[in-house]
């Protein structure tokens, strides 16, 4: 997979050099490129920004500048296979594992990480109606952040991961929060078996894996009912057993009109 980011602070995206992210690179599997946007600059003050029309506090980016640089990193034959124009931003859509999921599929991602108030609209309206490409705005969660590189750097590493090759174990990808089941992951424990009078639960030493699995199941429920409510709500009551049943109306959950319910 290629990917091109394109920054007025390319040094913030230095951390890509680290890790298995690194380790992507450095065997192959992900071909990033970190860009300067104002090297797409044409003024001797390399200017990105100006003033918003209408008024207002802030600045917003220029789309002449990102026209020119998005042009140069998207390629000729990308009718095809279409690459993915990826801004961050507070006001997109929220990135989810799902999300991570579809991106880790394609070919070319293009990441434009905006600062100060944005990126002028007509940029994603542009790019909107080029058949090379497919925009999406897409925000971290319900805070602000200075600029997009953040979030650059954490929608590189979500759909790096997710690349073959990358993560040892692929198994490891099974079992972690947001996958497959819809809940959290349940906790983990590795030795001494006491830590200042702390013990890890006996089940996971009984070496009896049905027992274990169990009760990283109801762990796991647990979790997801104390900390994210509204993925409760979303399971499909239908792809619980019974036991997952018994659990959660413990906690306060039942199925009502075949959807789970708070009581
Ligand atoms: Cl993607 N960008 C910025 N600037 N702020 C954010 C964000 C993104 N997601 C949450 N806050």
């Given at each position: 997979?290629?990917?091109?980011?394109?920054?007025?602070?390319?040094?913030?995206?230095?951390?890509?050099?680290?890790?298995?992210?690194?380790?992507?690179?450095?065997?192959?599997?992900?071909?990033?490129?970190?860009?300067?946007?104002?090297?797409?600059?044409?003024?001797?003050?390399?200017?990105?920004?100006?003033?918003?029309?209408?008024?207002?506090?802030?600045?917003?980016?220029?789309?002449?500048?990102?026209?020119?640089?998005?042009?140069?990193?998207?390629?000729?034959?990308?009718?095809?296979?279409?690459?993915?124009?990826?801004?961050?931003?507070?006001?997109?859509?929220p990135l989810t594992q799902r999300t991570a999921e579809a991106l880790a599929?394609?070919?070319?991602?293009?990441?434009?990480?905006?600062?100060?108030?944005?990126?002028?609209?007509?940029?994603?309206?542009?790019?909107?109606?080029?058949?090379?490409?497919?925009?999406?705005?897409?925000?971290l969660g319900?805070?602000?952040?200075?600029?997009?590189?953040?979030?650059?750097?954490v929608l590189?590493e979500a759909v790096?991961r997710l690349?073959?090759?990358?993560v040892?174990?692929?198994?490891s990808l099974v079992e972690e929060s947001h996958g497959e089941a819809g809940l959290l992951e349940y906790?983990?424990?590795?030795?001494?078996?006491?830590?200042?009078?702390?013990?890890?639960?006996?089940?996971?030493?009984?070496?009896?894996?049905?027992?274990?699995?169990?009760?990283?199941?109801?762990?796991a429920?647990?979790r997801t009912?104390?900390r994210r409510?509204d993925m409760i709500?979303a399971l499909?009551?239908?792809?619980?057993?019974?036991?997952?049943?018994?659990?959660?109306?413990?906690?306060?959950?039942?199925?009502?009109?075949?959807?789970?319910?708070?009581?």
């Amino acid at each position: 997979m290629r990917i091109d980011v394109l920054s007025i602070f390319p040094a913030y995206l230095a951390p890509l050099d680290l890790s298995l992210v690194g380790k992507a690179r450095t065997a192959g599997i992900l071909d990033l490129r970190v860009h300067d946007l104002r090297d797409w600059t044409t003024d001797r003050h390399r200017t990105v920004d100006d003033t918003p029309f209408g008024g207002g506090a802030g600045m917003v980016m220029r789309p002449d500048v990102w026209g020119a640089a998005i042009d140069d990193v998207l390629g000729a034959d990308e009718r095809e296979r279409p690459a993915r124009l990826l801004v961050p931003t507070p006001s997109g859509e929220p990135l989810t594992q799902r999300t991570a999921e579809a991106l880790a599929a394609e070919q070319h991602l293009v990441v434009a990480c905006g600062r100060y108030e944005g990126i002028d609209a007509r940029v994603a309206e542009h790019y909107g109606a080029d058949e090379r490409v497919r925009v999406s705005e897409f925000s971290l969660g319900d805070y602000v952040l200075n600029g997009g590189e953040v979030a650059a750097l954490v929608l590189v590493e979500a759909v790096a991961r997710l690349l073959p090759g990358v993560v040892g174990n692929p198994h490891s990808l099974v079992e972690e929060s947001h996958g497959e089941a819809g809940l959290l992951e349940y906790p983990v424990y590795t030795k001494p078996p006491s830590w200042r009078g702390h013990d890890v639960p006996d089940v996971l030493l009984s070496g009896h894996h049905g027992r274990v699995e169990r009760w990283r199941r109801d762990e796991a429920l647990r979790r997801t009912v104390l900390r994210r409510p509204d993925m409760i709500a979303a399971l499909d009551p239908d792809a619980l057993d019974r036991t997952d049943l018994a659990v959660l109306e413990e906690l306060g959950w039942v199925v009502v009109d075949g959807a789970l319910v708070a009581r």
